[in-house]
C-alpha cells in the first residue's frame, strides 16, 4: 500500500502527467470512484507501475456535495486512492453538472462567477483538495473564465463587479484555508473562446483593469484591512491561470507566448492543459472531413483566419458555419483531438504548439502538466482506435515523449 500521506513530494517523484478524469461519465460519487478503479488503474499499469499516479480528478457538484456532506465519504475516499497508489492535486472545477450524453454547448458555463452557486462548489472542491493533498505540496482548481460573453456581461458594470466579488472571496477562502491545513491551493481560470476571459488580452485587462483595482479597494476596506501591497500579494498568489494548449492556439495565440506574456505580468499560470484542436485550410475537401466532426453535445467555437489576415469567429462548428467559410482560410476549432493524432492529411491538427521551448518553460518553471481530452465519446470512430484507456495510454506516452526530447 502507499501512504500519500507520508509523502510529501509525491507528486514531485511521479514524473508521469495526469489526465483529466473527465473524459469518463460519471456525475456521481460512485461513478467517480469506479472510473478510478476501472479506468485509472489500467492507465496507472501502463505508465506508471511502480510509482503514485497522479489524477487530474473531476468532481461534479453532485460528487462534491457526497464528499463534503458526510465526512467519512472523503475519509474512504482518500484511503481508496492510497489502496490504488494514485493521489491528487489538480480538481476540474468547470462543469459543475452533467457533461456526457446529453448537449452541453452553453450550459458548461453555467451556473457563472455571478451566482452564488458556482462559488458554493468552488469551496467545495478546495476543502475536498486540501484534504486530499501530500503534505506540503501544492493544489489548484480550474473554473469557467468568469462567464460565458453575453451581450449582458460584455460591458463594465455591475454584473462584472460581481464576478471580481466572488473570485476575491474564493482567494481569501483560499488563504485562510492554506493557515488552517498548511495546504496552498490555486484557483485557475481557464480562458477559452467567447467566455469573458478569451485569450492573453482579455486575461491581462481583467487583472489589470478590474481584479487587481477592484479586488485591492475591496480588501483595504471593509474586507480586511489590509494594505494595497498585501491585498495584491494575495490576489497573485491565489488566483491563477489554467493555460489550456488548445483553447489558446484556436485563438491563434502560441501558448509559449502567453506563457511568458503571464510571467511577465506577475499573473500565476497555476495549471497547464496539454491538448490539441484541429485546424485546417478551407476547402471542399476539408469541409467534407469536418463533417464528421460536427457534433450536438459539446461547443466548439470555431476561428478562420483569411491569408490577408482578416479574422472572423463562429460560435460553433456545424453545417452552415462550413457553408460559410471562405475557401483558402485557415480555420481552427475547439475540438480537443488525441495528442498523438497528428491529422489524416485534410485535416492537421495544434500539436506542434507544444515545441521544445514551451514545454521546457513550463517543466522549468514546475508547473502542474494535464492531458485533457474529453471529447472521446464523440470523437469520429476511426479516430478512437481502441477504447479509452489505449487512448489516454497513447497520449500520455507521446507527451513523455516530448517532454523527454525537451530535456
Known amino acids: 500500500m502507499y501512504s500519500v500521506s507520508e509523502q510529501p513530494t509525491v507528486t514531485l517523484r511521479t514524473h508521469c502527467v495526469p489526465y483529466c478524469l ?9 461513478e467517480v470512484c469506479e472510473n478510478i478503479r476501472v479506468h485509472a488503474r489500467r492507465v496507472k499499469a501502463e505508465v ?5 499516479y497522479p489524477l487530474g480528478m473531476r468532481l461534479s457538484a453532485c460528487a462534491a456535495d457526497e464528499l463534503t456532506r458526510n465526512p467519512s465519504s472523503l475519509e474512504r475516499f482518500s484511503a481508496m486512492l492510497e489502496e490504488e497508489g494514485m493521489c491528487v492535486s489538480l480538481l476540474n472545477g468547470f462543469p459543475y453538472g452533467a457533461f456526457h450524453g446529453t448537449p452541453v454547448k452553453q450550459e458548461v458555463y453555467r451556473p457563472d462567477w455571478s451566482a452564488p452557486e458556482r462559488y458554493r462548489y468552488t469551496a467545495r472542491l478546495c476543502r475536498i483538495l486540501a484534504a486530499l493533498l501530500p503534505v506540503g505540496a501544492r493544489g489548484n482548481v480550474s473554473t469557467v473564465p468568469l462567464a460565458y460573453r453575453t451581450a449582458a456581461n460584455r460591458d463594465p458594470g455591475e454584473l462584472r463587479t460581481a464576478y471580481v466579488h466572488a473570485v476575491v472571496l474564493a482567494a481569501l477562502d483560499l488563504e485562510r484555508l492554506e493557515q488552517e491545513t498548511g495546504r ?3 484557483l485557475a481560470l481557464e480562458p477559452e473562446p467567447d467566455c469573458l476571459l478569451e485569450d492573453t488580452a482579455d486575461v491581462l485587462s481583467w487583472y489589470e483593469n478590474e481584479l487587481l483595482p477592484e479586488g485591492i479597494r475591496w480588501l483595504t476596506g471593509s474586507h480586511g484591512k489590509r494594505t494595497a501591497e498585501e491585498a495584491d500579494a494575495l490576489l497573485r498568489r491565489y488566483v491563477g491561470i489554467c493555460l489550456d494548449t488548445c483553447h489558446f492556439a484556436v485563438a491563434f495565440e502560441r501558448p509559449v507566448d502567453a506563457l511568458r506574456t503571464f510571467a511577465a505580468a506577475g499573473i ?9 484542436a484541429l485546424r485546417t485550410v478551407v476547402t471542399d475537401e476539408t469541409r467534407t472531413a469536418l463533417c464528421a466532426f460536427l457534433d450536438p453535445v459539446y461547443l466548439h467555437q470555431t476561428k478562420t483566419r483569411t491569408p490577408s489576415g482578416r479574422r472572423h469567429a463562429f460560435p ?6 462550413l457553408k460559410e467559410v471562405t475557401d483558402g482560410a485557415e480555420l481552427r476549432t475547439h475540438f480537443h483531438v488525441p495528442l498523438f493524432y497528428a491529422g489524416d492529411g485534410a485535416l492537421a491538427t495544434t500539436r506542434d504548439e507544444l515545441t521544445p521551448e514551451f514545454l521546457t518553460l513550463a517543466c522549468g518553471e514546475g508547473i502542474p502538466l494535464e492531458i485533457e481530452t474529453y471529447t472521446f465519446d464523440v470523437l469520429p470512430e476511426a479516430l478512437r482506435g481502441g477504447d479509452v484507456v489505449d ?12 517532454i523527454e526530447s525537451a530535456k
Do not use: C, Y
Open 22 to 30: 473527465n473524459i469518463h461519465r460519471g456525475e456521481s460519487l460512485s
Open 316 to 321: 460553433d462548428l456545424t453545417d452552415a458555419v
Open 391 to 402: 487512448v489516454i495510454v497513447k497520449e500520455t506516452k507521446w507527451i513523455q515523449g516530448r
Open 184 to 186: 496552498e491551493i490555486t
Open 268 to 276: 500565476r499560470v497555476a495549471r497547464i492543459q496539454v491538448s490539441s
Open 48 to 52: 506508471s507501475p511502480r510509482t503514485i
